[in-house]
């Protein structure tokens, strides 16, 4: 199933759980993005749509309301939504992390446009319907979007990025396969054009924005590749490393938390000892503290700071 197919069958399926009543067809048409203009082709997509659901177990329901006689549709939520399921830890978070997914796939976001129509239309929704695609998933990395946006399209990617010990930025064109989480860092594989041979980047060392570098489509990810595997191949635990940090007083009590010791400074300054062990990581959490933490050491942590910093302002 394409991905634009899925999004509109899930759109579809959320309007039709929200609404308290039966919607016409051309009230799902107005809501619903990813249906054509022409009413010929609109009903030939939707009759597909009804059966596709209904044989995926999806109850749509067909009926009309005391106070309208044109024929509308409907999924009850009593018949469509699931008895209490109890589920092991690790199922929980494998579906946390799927619906954490959908927002940055801007599932929940077209989700949420077909309901504003809905309302500004005059229909009543039900708010509690898209509760579950609400959710974000936390990365402060910027180039996860675009990676992600890529994967979907199969487009190849073209972007800056730093490796790990370098000082120098290289250009890398990308054909990307996926995007995966491991231990909170997220990397993107896939079959690097320059060095000719399957890579795996992480997001926090891309610079800069990620630029498509041809179309849609035209990345084929092999049938056999373990894109898991890839990652904790490269995954390696580094070693931990000390950092001086000079917080403002009575501020960064997250930093004051996880520090090794505490230091009264001068000047409305403090100092805490740090251990870490990504580069790119503590950076990224200490630029989170604005103006009122300042690394000092080591050098190369300091750097990773101001490089963040100078990205923001830029």
């Not at 024929?71 to 008895?83: D, F, N, S």
Request: proline content about 6%.
């Amino acid at each position: 199933m394409s991905r634009r197919k899925t999004e509109r069958l899930l759109n579809l399926v959320i309007c039709l759980l929200a609404t308290r009543r039966h919607l016409t067809a051309e009230q799902i048409r107005r809501a619903v993005p990813g249906y054509p203009e022409g009413d010929e082709a609109f009903q030939r997509m939707f009759e597909r749509d009804k059966v596709e659901l209904r044989e995926l177990g999806v109850p749509v329901e067909v009926g009309t309301d005391p106070w309208d006689d044109e024929v509308g549709y409907r999924i009850p939520r009593q018949a469509y939504e699931l008895p209490e399921i109890s589920l092991e830890p690790d199922e929980a978070a494998v579906l946390g992390l799927a619906a954490q997914v959908w927002q940055r796939a801007n599932l929940a976001e077209a989700a949420s446009g077909a309901l504003l129509k809905l309302r500004a239309g005059g229909v009543e929704t039900e708010e509690a319907a898209t509760g579950p695609l609400e959710v974000r998933v936390d990365t402060p990395d910027p180039a996860f979007p675009d990676l992600w946006k890529a994967v979907r399209e199969r487009r190849p990617v073209r972007f800056d990025y730093r490796g790990a010990g370098q000082q120098s930025v290289r250009t890398r064109t990308l054909e990307p396969w996926g995007v995966l989480s491991r231990r909170g860092r997220w990397y993107v594989v896939g079959h690097d054009r320059d060095r000719r041979e399957a890579r795996v980047f992480r997001l926090s060392r891309i610079s800069g924005a990620v630029a498509t570098a041809g179309p849609a489509g035209s990345v084929t990810v092999p049938g056999d590749v373990d894109l898991r595997s890839m990652v904790i191949r490269v995954d390696v635990t580094p070693v931990e490393r000390r950092a001086v940090v000079r917080v403002r007083t009575g501020t960064c009590e997250g930093l004051r938390h996880a520090a090794r010791a505490v230091r009264p400074g001068t000047d409305g300054w403090d100092e805490v000892e740090m251990v870490f062990a990504g580069l790119e990581w503590f950076a990224g959490y200490v630029v989170g503290f604005g103006p009122d933490a300042e690394v000092l050491e080591p050098a190369d942590a300091r750097d990773a700071v101001i490089r963040r910093l100078k990205g923001v302002l830029a």
